[in-house]
């Protein structure tokens, strides 16, 4: 809150009412007036409060009153009284409500309580806070509150001592700040006043404003004092001391430097008062005036200096040569030579470390030090004092190090305890905090002299510590080593400084010059500025040449030794700017020397030594000589290494500082590598020997990397320096990257000097094996990397250097000779040149020449980096190779197989990105050489990998050609008709192979004849993938052939090949190939040369026949089409009548890809876009997925665009005319014909014989192509045909299998599966089938010759056939468990079971579609079903699987329901009349079997088979005896009698098997009985054949009831009370129920239907039922109640009456 705000101003009031009211009543009994005074003040506020808006102003006006209350109660004396007055008064100030005269009076009545001496810290804080709040306070009042301060400074008490000290220091300040505030204010309003004339009048200056006016008076007095004479305007002072004086008077200097320089009145005082004073106060020869101004004498002898004073002037003296040093010039040279005195070794301790930091506040100002240069240096006949301030540094320093510190106690050779300002020398060796001895500080050590280093400023700040120690009367002891870090700090910061700013004016000069050039080109630079920086650095280097070298000897510390070489460094770059050649030499000696080992011979830099040895330099006077370096080091070793010179000398040690040099060096060279010159030569030595110390070895594009250790105890490195070697590695390369930026001069410089030390390197590793140096080799690689975009200035000195490098013996040498020049040619062909190497082919030649130049050397390992460069050029830089072509192929191509290995994969490397990338940049007459070049990769015999590689090279070219098609053929025929112009002009023919096709085609047929070579080439793999490749091409791209080139593809390329792989199939070795290699495992089908070729075999035919196929249309048409045909069709043969299965079965596969064919369909139904083309359109799908190539929908426009450029037009067939193919088919018929006979004729041999067995797939196969094939010669087929095919069927299902592969084609024998072949079979009868069903009618003759083929196969499930006389196993005892391992190979017949049962299946489907065929009545074909069938039928349960006899069942039951129908239509015809008895027999054998069940057979499955026998029954009963007139009538009395014997049991009473079987069949009974009573009578009797048959079946029921009853009374006799088997019971219950069903159907039938025997028997049972009462079981009771029922009918009286002649 602000002291004006409303707020503020009530308080304030507030506040005063109640310190008047305190007042009042504290003065109320001593003290009455000021308690009336008080009391009126109260009334007095409140009048102003209520009188004024303004009150703050108001109050000020009336200021004086306001306070007088106050100003009598401090007259009061009474402490209490006077605090709370003074507390009131110092709120008034603070609100600034005190007008100037309530000031003076407060001011007055101040002094009066000083001089009592009452509330003194009071009085300063009240003073403090009046000048501070306001500026009312001037002139005298001013003076005298100042006055009062200064007094109170000399009390006894301490604490007011010190309060009044600080109040004093402020208000001086105050002052101060009121001018500088005065002078602002005034700045723009009113000139300057005009400058006066030095004045000398001391009282006053009329010309000063108020306030600088009080500052003048105050500044003039405190000159007065400290010169200890009277002030003028601080009336009143009683004493004062010199030591505050002066730091009253520096403060002031320091703090308002304009005051002094702004005004003149003040220069003058700075000139005429202060500067004498000084001079005259360093002079401790004067004598202190003693008495009121000094009450402190100085304790010490007149002849000695006194610390506080002397310190204090110097401290002025900084301030002075700081701020006013334009003012002051003359002075300032008495001053700085002083100074220099001053560092004098016979000066005492104390004055040489306040002089020194001193010195330092100098170094840190470089603005200030070229001055100083301009001032004095420059000037004749003035002291060289810039000169003498470097040099009397360096004397200082040696002179630490030379004389004993003879102001100290402590021992010279040991660190002291750290002292109170050594604590900040933090621990910084390596074995900080480990108390590791000496290492715990930093120090400098030379000759026994150990000198710690302190921390004593920060870098570029001056801050002392002696020239702050204000309160010390004594002169402290120094520490041991402050002086010495002060010192080094000045020269480091001197160094930094002077550098800094001559590189900024540098840099700016060298803009302005830019800029100045640009405007007027012409206008000369003056001189003087460079002037004044030579002098700088002429007049300085010898100095800190000396100082820094005896530093960077005597260093122990990693900072320290940093510091002193990058001030080494700056300075060294600086002369090398600047052009001083002698002085950058020097400092770059020192940096090299210290680089390396102590004593390290190298001649180069020896020389340069010699030259500064002689160099003495002089500080006033007295000569300094140069210190050589110590030999001792007590740095820690961290690499052992061995000098790179031609004697060996042992092993030289590195320390971590030369490492730390060498750091140095690299980035002088790096930074400042333009302003090296000669020096390179020196720089660079002294790196490679460092570099080889190091054991750094290089590596990709030259950089050197840290290397493993070479052989022998050579380097030890320790793990310090392991991690700083990558850094340094890494400047290494950043140095020579940099060389881009030098000029050429300089860059002709730093070449020169790496071909001069390689040279030296070259020399040195002739004759000996020792590791050569590659610095120079590696460093040439960079430098020429990194100036590629002005490689032509170096390019011919650089390459013919390394030329020589690349025959060097040393492999090493001779490898990195090889490297650099391979990186700079893919570097130089990789640079983005301006104009571009396509448009300067000088440039691009100049680059590739020295490629060339390799082949010349004969060592293979510069071959293989010459190959590895040409691969690298070829990935980078191959579309622009253009003329190089040749050359780079030439390279490629020049490969022989007694070359290595490695040599033939880089070579391939390159072909390999050739073809995949580079084919459309190179000219077209290239592409035959890249076939041959890529061919010879095929055939060479080092790599295999590379031959199977370089094959699928072919198939991209091939790939190439056709989708560049146009183009090749276009630019081809323009050389071919330069080629034949030239040959025409010789007279000769064109030479050039396949010369009359057209180039293109030429191109196409030298491919192939390549891969054709390869296809026979000795190893299968290559063979392998040749065909598929050489395939693949001809299939996706022969669209692009001429016709008449087809010609010779056919014939000269594939059936050559065919006739070479069959001839070399046919005499290949037997003998089993070892595995190869050891390792490599062959499988056991390709463990023979014969096995190997058999699949080339494989592979070659199958290509043909595809190509055959997808090419039919374009081949048809080439005239000798069938000729081919033919032999193609004999190859086919040939093959799959070979022993070996593989080619065998694949001759198949081919055979059914040919036969796949359609025939071409006429052109007018061709779709437009394939009418051009010859090729089909249904096979356009088979196309596009041939080979690797890409979808051919493309090829179309291709190919009709080349027929179109040669006039061909394919020559489609007329019109409306089919191409007649069935000449074809028949071919292919007979062909088929004769391989199956062949294959599946029985061996003739006796059984010890070794047969050829030919293989189920193979059997599959054929058997399945007939399918196919019988489509195109259906229309011929005869029955002579089908005999054929009948004959090779039944053959090729009767072929045994081996055993050993038996696991694999035969289901286990419980599964009820076919195999493939079986299928096959099947297949083939019903694709017959189909088409006689859809055929004519006189094709319907071979459904009897079908029925028959089916019905032998029907056979096979109870008789398997016989394969000549081979043994062979049945499947079932041949499980695959029992077959060991070792035994010779058995032959086992297949499971013909399921083939057997299909082709039943099959059967009873074809006869259910014939039955009524007239064919197939007139054959007897049911008749000869149910002979057949009757075979299973009557083995029952012998049969060899059960499912036979269930399906020969439901078979005969399904036939029958079809058959028996058309048997009774034709039963006059007597065509069926040899059937029945057939029939009748099946029946028989069915129902009746001698084959008795298992003995596992379960109930549930007894009762699922008679359930098979009931429908048996019923088929008997709902298809044959409602038709018995059709049928004849022995068949139905045999049908009868085996229905009554399956309802009756026999009358013997022993239990056979037998009849308990039968006796278990009761459903069986039960039907048969039922049936029986169904025929038994019927009311519908329409012929006498049905009555006779019911009368039968009655006679027969009747009869079978009367003896069950009986056999059951004696056996329950005879059983006593044992209960009869359930089976009698439950028939006995049947019988009951029958006799009652009978009686049933009686009672409704029509008494004359019923014939009198029929009544006879019926009443016969009477008696027998009656017997059976005494039955015990009650199921027979009731059956036995509901059969004696009906009886109650016949019981009437007897008739006597005779009816119709029949009792």
Not at 940 to 962: A, K
């Amino acid at each position: 809150m602000s002291t004006s705000s409303p707020e503020a101003v009530k308080r304030l009031l507030e506040n005063m009412q109640a310190d008047l009211r305190s007042l009042s009543m504290e003065c109320k009994k001593k003290f009455p007036p000021v308690k009336e005074a008080a009391e009126s003040g109260i009334v007095k506020i409140k009048t102003i409060a209520a009188r004024n808006t303004d009150i703050l102003a108001a109050l000020k006006e009336n200021s004086s009153e306001v306070v007088q209350p106050f100003l009598m109660g401090c007259g009061t004396k009474e402490p209490k009284i006077t605090q709370l007055c003074l507390a009131a008064i110092q709120r008034l100030m603070s609100h600034e409500v005190v007008s100037e005269a309530a000031a003076g009076n407060i001011i007055n009545m101040l002094w009066q309580l000083m001089e009592n001496g009452l509330e003194e810290l009071k009085l300063l804080q009240t003073v403090l806070v009046l000048l501070t709040t306001n500026t009312i306070v001037h002139d005298e009042v001013l003076s005298k509150a100042i006055v009062l301060c200064f007094r109170l400074h000399f009390t006894k008490d301490n604490i007011t001592n010190n309060t009044a000290a600080a109040t004093v220091r402020q208000v001086v300040t105050v002052v101060f700040e009121r001018m500088v505030a005065e002078d602002d204010k005034f700045k723009g309003l009113m000139d300057e006043p005009p400058a006066v004339p030095g004045n000398s009048n001391r009282r006053s200056v009329s010309t000063l404003r108020p306030s600088a006016k009080d500052a003048y008076m105050l500044f003039q007095d405190l000159c007065q004092l400290v010169n200890a004479d009277a002030p003028y305007w601080l009336v009143g002072m009683t004493e004062m001391t010199r030591t505050f004086g002066l730091e009253l008077l520096e403060s002031v200097l320091n703090d308002f430097p304009e005051v002094f320089l702004q005004h003149q009145e003040f220069s003058f005082l700075l000139k005429e008062r202060v500067c004498p004073l000084v001079i005259k106060l360093f002079s401790p020869n004067i004598k202190f005036r003693q008495g009121s101004c000094s009450s402190a004498a100085s304790p010490v002898p007149v002849e000695k200096p006194y610390f506080p004073i002397c310190m204090r002037l110097l401290r002025v003296v900084s301030v002075l040569i700081k701020h006013f040093y334009s003012l002051l010039v003359t002075e300032c040279e008495i001053f700085l030579s002083l100074l220099v005195k001053f560092l004098d070794g016979e000066k005492p301790q104390w004055l040489r470390a306040v002089a020194v930091e001193s010195v330092h506040r100098l170094c840190v100002q470089p603005h200030l030090l070229r001055s100083f240069c301009q001032s004095y240096d420059m000037k004749q006949h003035s002291t060289k004092v810039f000169r003498d301030i470097v040099n009397a540094l360096g004397s200082f320093i040696q002179s630490l190090f030379i004389l004993p510190n003879t102001g100290n106690a402590s021992s010279t050779n040991t660190p002291p305890g750290l002292s109170a300002s050594g604590s900040q020398g933090s621990a910084q060796g390596p074995g900080a905090g480990a108390g590791a001895g000496l290492n715990t500080q930093a120090a400098f050590e030379y000759r026994g002299t150990w000198i710690p280093l302190m921390t004593v400023s920060v870098q570029g700040s001056a801050k002392a510590t002696y020239l702050e120690m204000l309160d010390k009367v004594e002169p402290p002891s120094i520490p041991e080593g402050y002086a010495m870090s002060v010192a080094f700090s000045a020269l480091l910061d001197l160094v930094r400084g002077i550098t800094m700013m001559i590189e900024r004016e540098l840099a700016k000069q060298e803009q302005e010059e830019a800029m100045r050039e640009e405007a007027e080109p012409e206008s000369p630079q003056e001189p003087m500025a460079h002037e004044v920086w030579e002098e700088m650095v002429n007049a300085c280097w010898c100095g800190l040449l000396a100082a820094l070298s005896l530093l960077l000897d005597a260093s122990t510390d990693e900072a320290a030794t940093e510091n002193i070489l990058k001030a080494e460094l700056c300075v060294a770059s600086l002369c090398g700017r600047l052009g001083l050649v002698t002085p950058r030499d020097a400092f770059i000696t020192a940096i090299c020397k210290a680089s390396l080992p102590p004593h390290y011979t190298l001649t180069i830099l020896s020389s340069n030594t010699i030259n500064l040895a002689n160099k003495v330099y002089s500080i006033q006077g007295q000569s300094v000589q140069m210190v050589s370096p110590s030999s001792e080091s007590h740095q820690q070793v961290v690499a052992v290494g061995q000098p790179l010179t031609a004697q060996p000398q042992g092993t030289v040690v590195l320390t971590a500082k030369n490492i730390q040099c060498m750091r140095t060096l690299l980035n002088l060279a790096h930074c400042h590598g333009a302003y090296l010159g000669t020096s390179w030569q020196l720089v660079l030595a002294t790196l490679q020997h460092l570099v080889w110390i190091l054991g750094l070895k290089p590596g990709v594009g030259g950089v050197l990397k840290p290397g493993r250790a070479v052989e022998g105890p050579s380097t030890v490195l320790t793990t310090a320096v392991m991690t700083d070697l990558p850094i340094i590695s890494n400047i290494l390369s950043r140095l020579f990257e940099s060389s881009q930026y030098l000029d050429d001069v300089s860059l002709h410089h730093l070449i020169n000097a790496l071909c001069s030390l390689s040279m030296e390197a070259m020399e040195m590793a002739y004759g000996n094996n020792k590791e050569p140096s590659l610095f120079a080799v590696a460093k040439l690689l960079e430098t020429g990397l990194v100036n590629m975009d002005r490689i032509e200035i170096l390019w011919r000195p650089l390459t013919a250097h390394l030329l020589e490098v690349c025959q060097h013996p040393n492999t090493r040498m001779r490898e990195w000779g090889a490297e650099a020049i391979t990186s700079l040619i893919k570097a130089g062909l990789s640079y983005k040149h301006e104009p571009p190497l396509s448009q300067n082919q000088r440039l691009q030649l100049l680059l590739l020449n020295p490629l060339k130049e390799l082949s010349n050397v004969l060592h293979a390992d510069i071959r293989q980096k010459q190959l590895e460069c040409v691969l690298q050029i070829l990935q980078n830089q191959g579309d622009s190779l253009g003329p190089g072509w040749p050359l780079v192929l030439g390279v490629i191509g020049a490969i022989r197989n007694d070359q290595g290995e490695s040599l033939i994969r880089t070579a391939f490397q390159c072909l390999q990105l050739v073809v995949t990338d580079f084919l459309p940049t190179m000219p077209c007459m290239c592409l035959q050489i890249v076939v041959d070049v890529a061919g010879s990769f095929g055939l060479q015999n080092q790599e295999l990998n590379i031959s199977l590689t370089s094959i699928g090279l072919l198939w991209n070219i091939s790939d190439y050609f056709f989708q560049r098609g146009e183009a090749i053929t276009e630019e081809l025929e323009k050389e071919e008709a330069v080629l034949l112009k030239q040959a025409q002009d010789r007279g000769e023919p064109l030479n050039r192979p396949f010369h009359p096709a057209p180039p293109f085609d030429c191109l196409w047929l030298c491919l192939y004849a390549k891969l054709g070579e390869l296809c026979v080439d000795p190893r299968p793999a290559v063979r392998k993938s040749a065909g598929q490749t050489m395939f693949s091409t001809i299939a996706a791209h022969g669209t692009l052939l001429q016709p008449p080139t087809w010609n010779i593809v056919v014939w000269k390329v594939l059936f050559h090949l065919l006739n070479c792989v069959r001839k070399s199939s046919t005499t290949a070795d037997k003998e089993k190939i070892e595995s190869g290699g050891g390792n490599i495992l062959i499988h056991h089908s390709r463990d023979t040369a014969e096995k190997q070729w058999a699949e080339t075999w494989v592979l070659t035919l199958a290509g043909v026949a595809r190509i055959f196929n997808t090419r039919r249309y374009l081949l048809q048409q080439l005239g000798d089409f069938f000729k081919a045909w033919e032999v193609l069709l004999d190859h086919i043969q040939s093959a799959a009548l070979s022993k070996n299965n593989e080619v065998s079965l694949a001759a198949l596969k081919s055979f059914q890809e040919i036969l796949q064919l359609v025939t071409p369909i006429k052109d007018t139904d061709r779709p437009d876009a394939l009418a051009a083309m010859d090729v089909p359109s249904v096979l356009m799908e088979s196309l596009q997925g041939s080979g690797p190539g890409r979808p051919l929908i493309r090829s179309d426009s291709l190919a009709e665009r080349l027929a179109q450029r040669y006039g061909v037009q394919p020559s489609l067939p007329p019109p409306g005319e089919e191409i007649d193919d069935s000449a074809l088919w028949w071919s292919a018929w007979n062909t088929w014909y004769r391989v199956g006979t062949e294959c599946t004729r029985p061996p003739s041999g006796g059984p010890d014989k070794l047969v050829f067995v030919p293989s189920q797939p193979f059997l599959t196969a054929l058997i399945q192509i007939f399918p196919a094939l019988y489509q195109h010669i259906a229309g011929g087929f005869s029955m002579e045909d089908l005999k054929k095919l009948g004959v090779i069927l039944y053959g090729a299902v009767s072929v045994p299998i081996s055993s050993d592969s038996s696991p694999f084609i035969l289901p286990s024998y419980t599964e009820a599966v076919l195999t493939s072949l079986q299928e096959a079979v099947l297949t083939a009868l019903d694709v017959l089938q189909k088409a006689i069903c859809v055929g004519s009618e006189n094709l319907q003759v071979m459904y009897p010759a079908i029925f028959e083929q089916l019905l032998l196969f029907v056979e096979f499930s109870c008789k398997p056939p016989q394969y000549g006389k081979m043994e062979t196993k049945h499947v079932a005892n041949a499980k695959y468990n029992q077959i060991q391992l070792f035994a010779p190979a058995e032959w086992v017949a297949l499971n013909y079971v399921p083939f057997a049962e299909r082709s039943l299946e099959v059967l009873v489907d074809l006869y259910h579609k014939t039955a009524c065929h007239k064919a197939v009545i007139t054959e007897k074909v049911l008749q000869n079903i149910i002979k057949t069938v009757r075979i299973p039928l009557g083995l029952k349960y012998a049969c060899p699987a059960e499912s036979t006899w269930k399906l020969a069942v439901s078979s005969l039951l399904k036939v029958l329901s079809i058959g028996l129908p058309v048997a009774r239509q034709q039963a006059s015809s007597g065509k069926f009349d040899t059937m029945w008895p057939e029939l009748a027999n099946a029946f028989e054998d069915f129902l009746f079997t001698k084959s008795t069940p298992p003995d596992n057979l379960s109930i549930q499955e007894f009762q699922r088979n008679e359930a098979v026998d009931v429908e048996v029954v019923q088929l008997i009963s709902t298809e044959i005896l409602p038709f018995a007139n059709f049928i004849p009538k022995e068949f139905v009395g045999r049908i009868m009698s085996m229905l009554n014997r399956g309802s009756i049991h026999s009358q013997s009473s022993s239990f056979t098997e037998a009849e308990m079987d039968i006796r278990m069949r009761e459903e069986f009974s039960k039907v048969c009985f039922e049936t029986l009573l169904q025929f038994s009578f019927s009311n519908k009797v329409s012929t006498p054949q049905e009555g006779y048959i019911s009368r039968m079946a009655l006679s027969v029921l009747l009869q079978r009831a009367q003896d069950v009853l009986r056999r059951f009374v004696e056996d329950e006799r005879l059983s006593g009370r044992c209960p009869l088997p359930r089976q009698q019971v439950t028939e006995i219950i049947f019988v009951l129920k029958a006799i009652s069903t009978l009686m049933d159907s009686l009672k409704k039938t029509q008494p004359e239907n019923v014939d009198g025997n029929v009544w006879a028997q019926v009443i016969a049972l009477y008696p027998t039922l009656v017997e059976c009462i005494t039955c015990s079981s009650p199921e027979v009771s009731s059956a036995l109640r509901d059969a004696l029922g009906p009886f109650k009918d016949f019981m009437q009286p007897p008739v006597s009456k005779v009816q119709n002649g029949e009792s």
